[in-house]
């Protein structure tokens, strides 16, 4: 079964532009998480999207947003960027059920210059 | 005060030692405890995976978690130099998906 897959796996950009980033969950998992990496926040949860919908939403600015297809594939877009946006954003896919395990894929890291 | 502590370490042991890593948890309604590793420039990898108080075992791996005083374990026995990486503990509320993650302590097994 063929893991999480986000694109792009690097990303540069300056203050100001807009940036989108895409995630493809395993096959079959209908829920995705994203969460941003930082060396001093740590893992933060941004939203999660279960069948197309933001069923849940973590404290991020409104310049963080996100949806979902009805393939599950998701993406997020971060709009007028800032230096602190710096960061790794991660994946996770989700096997509903009782074991609610999440599947983190390799993540994109985003520069802002 | 974030939800889930951890010391980032960093913790370095020599071969073959047994490695216990430790969180702490405030928030009594957290069901569900993960432990994941990531190794540098990766994405973390899922190692054990609890449903409320108890042991779990998986080769080398022992997950413990005391719900009484809100504590979260990671033992590793016979540690390998492949262990080293960061280990994040984890923990959810349910099926909202969204896990509260420890700062990750980074461990360095020495050959």
């Known amino acids: 079964k063929a893991g999480v897959t986000q694109t792009p796996r690097y990303l540069i950009k300056t203050r100001g532009q807009q940036v989108t980033l895409s995630c493809s969950p395993i096959?079959?998992?209908?829920?995705v998480s994203w969460y941003q990496q930082t060396p001093g926040q740590g893992l933060q949860f941004l939203f999660e999207y279960f069948s197309e919908t933001q069923r849940n939403k973590g404290n991020f600015p409104g310049r963080f947003s996100g949806r979902q297809f009805s393939n599950s594939r998701s993406e997020m877009n971060v709009s007028t960027l800032e230096l602190g946006d710096s960061a790794l954003y991660l994946c996770a896919s989700n096997r509903e059920g009782l074991s609610n395990e999440q599947f983190f894929g390799p993540g994109t890291r985003l520069t802002v210059l | 005060q974030k939800e889930v502590e951890q010391d980032p370490g960093p913790l370095s042991v020599p071969e073959g030692a047994i490695v216990s890593l430790n969180c702490t948890y405030s928030?009594?309604?957290?069901?569900?405890f993960m432990w994941y590793r990531q190794y540098s420039r990766k994405g973390p990898e899922l190692l054990m995976y609890?449903?409320?108080?108890g042991n779990k075992e998986d080769g080398r791996f022992t997950a413990q978690v005391d719900k009484s005083s809100k504590y979260i374990s990671l033992f590793i026995r016979d540690s390998q130099p492949s262990d080293s990486a960061t280990y994040l503990c984890a923990s959810s509320k349910g099926n909202n998906n969204d896990m509260r993650f420890g700062a990750g302590t980074r461990l360095t097994v020495k050959p």
């Open positions: 096959s079959g998992h209908r829920s």
């Open positions: 609890t449903y409320s108080s």
């Open positions: 928030n009594s309604a957290f069901q569900y």
